[in-house]
């Protein structure tokens, strides 16, 4: 209470901690090789070149996407370990993940946000943290399905472009999978204890299964309407550089995001996902045009994304509580990757 008051009193010393944070956080992204200052120029830019009503309704649609995703983290995670689950925690590192994924390669701001709730969840896990995630995955799983489906069958030669391999080696697909079931079977041995106790713990973050009533409610529901939120995101960028908006370029941009974010190492799949889009829309649209859509959305959106998160991490645990919880999160976080890449390997 006294801390609260003190800084309340002292908007001067908030004015400094703003500006010296700005200037760690540059120098953070010069020491990571981040141009931030040629980046900001590029949002700019992205941004005075389309009209501002569609900046607005963009953010605005990436706002309920990733407060409706939260919810359903938040759902799963309160089914598991009751009262000491407090939603604006759970929204503020969900945000920071989003945000994090814009700017760090592989996806890394994931497991930033499994550790930051495991830490403030008193009687989580990393492992219980990685069951809840699995049981967020199933409603995106099911979506991201749909899409592919859909792609494949409006798509003519699809399948073809897509298992000519299979059909052209089918003995090494064979013995691609009898040696990954081998494999897989030597590995699952060796490890089996410490999968058995693993389990245990990851067992926590599942428990919402059991009651698919409530799932469906608490879980799949918000996950559905950030889901439609993400292609009202898709809609607005599309409609604001003038290239068609229908269920099936949507759902082709989709496809291409998706995967791109799936095979990428970049931050935020930059570039990836730029080759990706113009794909998509080849038939829509020209290339630069489709480079314009991908470049302006990315940029529009993650800006916006690292600015919510920014409010939320000071909102809920404060300038020196938030700072020191990403900063321990994203250590640990760069540990277990390196854990999991040697594990892979």
């Given amino acids: 209470m006294t801390s609260s008051r003190s800084e309340q009193a002292h908007p001067v010393r908030r004015t400094v901690l703003i500006v010296g944070v700005i200037l760690v956080c540059g120098a953070f992204a010069d020491l990571v090789g981040w141009n931030i200052r040629d980046w900001f120029q590029d949002v700019w830019d992205t941004v005075t070149s389309i009209s501002i009503e569609y900046v607005i309704a963009g953010v605005l649609a990436k706002t309920v996407q990733t407060t409706a995703t939260a919810v359903g983290w938040y759902g799963i995670l309160r089914y598991a370990y009751g009262n000491e689950v407090v939603f604006r925690q759970v929204l503020a590192a969900y945000a920071a993940c989003v945000a994090l994924n814009g700017i760090l390669p592989a996806n890394l701001g994931s497991i930033v946000m499994m550790i930051m709730l495991a830490t403030v969840i008193a009687s989580a896990t990393f492992a219980g943290m990685v069951g809840a995630f699995l049981v967020q995955k199933i409603f995106f799983t099911v979506a991201a399905t749909f899409v592919y489906l859909y792609l494949f069958l409006s798509v003519s030669g699809s399948f073809d472009i897509s298992f000519s391999w299979i059909k052209e080696n089918p003995w090494a697909c064979v013995a691609l999978v009898v040696g990954l079931v081998v494999v897989g079977f030597i590995v699952g041995r060796m490890i089996w204890p410490k999968l058995v106790d693993w389990w245990e713990q990851a067992k926590a973050g599942g428990e919402i299964l059991a009651q698919p009533r409530i799932y469906l409610m608490r879980v799949f529901f918000p996950s559905f309407v950030g889901w439609l939120a993400s292609l009202c995101v898709i809609g607005i960028f599309l409609a604001a550089y003038a290239i068609p908006v229908t269920f099936h370029t949507i759902m082709t941009v989709l496809g291409g995001n998706s995967i791109a974010n799936t095979v990428s190492v970049t931050p935020g799949g930059a570039g990836v996902q730029q080759a990706f889009n113009v794909a998509s829309l080849k038939d829509v649209t020209d290339s630069q045009t489709a480079t314009a859509y991908s470049l302006g959305q990315q940029l529009i959106t993650t800006a916006w994304s690292l600015l ?26 760069k540990v277990k990757a390196g854990e999991r890449k040697a594990a892979h390997a």
């Fill in 308 to 333: 919510f998160a920014s409010v939320l991490m000071i909102w809920v645990f404060g300038w020196g509580g938030g700072k020191a919880l990403i900063q321990r999160s994203y250590s640990e976080a």
